[in-house]
């Protein structure tokens, strides 16, 4: 990485004020405004307005597949990042493009690779071919904007660069859960990853009239615990059911929205349980078949991060009870925030840490239990929402 100048000036410094750091997601958009100090002068969360073409990384991609010379997606972000970092530094009197020297930008391999107008079609469909594997680099009205790669195609810049910044000790596994649930686990001095499907279960899909994924979570185990749906997904009493309804759906009015206030009436439909079953199953089979894989016993693990927004907003007793971490795991849960926007900001203020990052991200381990009979009889028999031990 050079050092941090306008196009055309690399080496000259001083050419602009501040830098940017933009954690590319799926959902949403986290943008920092740094200063030359590298303190933080503002920060803003926007809904990624790629979201029309699709609610997640699947869709999307399909949809590129249909329409493969459009621009429509790429377009749409780069315009949201050229409208809110103009608003940002209007607010610190400073004006875009000429008071902003360079832009990083850490995301999911789909998202990253959509974002530099690259065909994501080698990551719809085995063996998965992720379209770059080093930092790439492009001119946003004159700034330079880098876009580091990650370790596969499901292990992208988001939870490696999150692993890096933290950084994963010894004995700590990271969890980064979208519409991939990705893991990094640090155990003999060697990083491993893997990346489970989820699906839409932990993506704005699973929102019902803006209500969070998370509360979807919370509901359907609230159903569990007051035995109105069995473990294996079954509504148990047909006097739950909506009467007008003809997908069988729950309606729950005494859901919450993830700000703790009574929200809209949230419906728990047969597809979103089998979502969450899924999601649930995927994230477990894979955390249980990663620590074998490394050799790590789960009851050896002393912390384990839970990363983005998803991690955020989720209650750790309902990711105990619905089976996506083993219970007894829980007091060693710590919520990291943001790691992802982290990396963003130390890799743009510090031209030696991308070095860094490139240099962690080779010795990355990567496992794929996709065809694995192990790993598909654990996930079929994790599809019951319950607890583990």
């Avoid at 969450?276 to 016993?297: D, E, H, N």
């Amino acid at each position: 990485m050079p050092k941090i100048g306008r196009k055309g000036k690399e080496g000259i410094e001083g050419m602009g004020s501040y830098r940017a750091a933009i954690d590319l997601g799926t959902t949403t958009l986290e943008l920092s405004l740094l200063k030359e100090d590298g303190s933080v002068a503002a920060r803003r969360g926007i809904p990624n307005p790629e979201s029309r073409f699709g609610s997640d990384v699947i869709s999307r991609m399909t949809y590129l597949q249909k329409h493969p010379e459009s621009r429509e997606l790429l377009d749409s972000v780069r315009l949201s990042f050229r409208t809110v970092l103009s608003e940002m530094l209007s607010g610190q009197e400073a004006a875009y493009p000429d008071d902003l020297s360079g832009i990083v930008v850490t995301a999911n391999t789909v998202m990253a690779s959509i974002l530099l107008g690259l065909s994501t079609e080698s990551l719809g469909r085995a063996p998965f071919h992720m379209p770059f594997v080093e930092t790439r680099e492009f001119d946003l009205d004159g700034i330079p904007v880098w876009v580091p790669a990650g370790a596969s195609a499901f292990l992208g810049s988001d939870s490696c660069g999150g692993a890096w910044e933290l950084p994963l000790k010894e004995k700590e596994i990271l969890l980064d859960l979208g519409t991939n649930g990705e893991m990094l686990l640090c155990y003999n001095g060697k990083i491993h990853g893997a990346s489970a499907a989820c699906g839409p279960a932990f993506e704005n899909c699973t929102r019902s009239k803006g209500i969070y994924g998370s509360t979807t979570l919370s509901v359907i185990a609230d159903l569990i615990k007051r035995g109105k749906l069995s473990p294996n997904g079954n509504f148990m009493d047909s006097k739950s059911m909506d009467p007008n309804s003809k997908d069988m759906k729950f309606t729950d009015g005494r859901s919450k929205d993830k700000y703790g206030g009574v929200s809209d009436r949230l419906e728990i439909t047969p597809k979103i349980l089998r979502d969450v079953q899924l999601a649930s199953a995927a994230v477990y089979a894979t955390f249980s078949m990663l620590l074998k894989r490394a050799g790590c016993p789960v009851k050896e693990l002393r912390t384990v991060y839970l990363s983005g927004g998803f991690g955020f907003h989720m209650s750790l007793r309902d990711a105990g009870s619905l089976g996506i971490l083993p219970e007894f795991l829980l007091d060693r849960v710590k919520v990291s925030g943001n790691t992802s926007l982290l990396a963003a900001e130390r890799m743009v203020m510090d031209p030696k840490a991308l070095s860094g990052y490139t240099a962690f991200l080779k010795d990355v381990i990567t496992h794929r239990f996709a065809g694995d009979s192990e790993f598909e009889t654990l996930f079929i028999d994790s599809m019951i929402l319950k607890p583990r031990k």
